[in-house]
């Protein structure tokens, strides 16, 4: 898709076709250890699930709500078991 982009707009394929980046041959060669990968995985930034959920007022009360009613629920379920 974006491969088409340049081909419909000959002025930005000359313009990049002009431009030249230089990439340090350091940089290419240069390979992360395990440990650099493991603390790099967990230095990212990562995305809050309940996210949506949180945002609205439903969402919001529903979160406070269900695990009380799923505690209940699962307290009535063990008493009538026994």
Do not use: H, N
């Not at 707009?9 to 000359?14: M, R």
């Not at 949506?52 to 969402?59: A, K, M, N, Q, Y």
């Amino acid at each position: 898709m974006l491969k088409d982009e340049f081909q419909k707009e000959p002025w930005l394929k000359d313009s990049l076709d002009r431009d030249k980046v230089e990439i340090p041959k350091q940089l290419m060669t240069y390979k992360k250890s395990r440990w650099q990968r493991f603390l790099q995985y967990l230095a990212s930034p990562t995305k809050d699930p309940l996210e949506p959920i949180c945002t609205s007022s439903i969402g919001y009360t529903s979160l406070k709500i269900v695990p009380i009613v799923a505690a209940v629920c699962i307290t009535i379920l063990q008493i009538l078991l026994q």
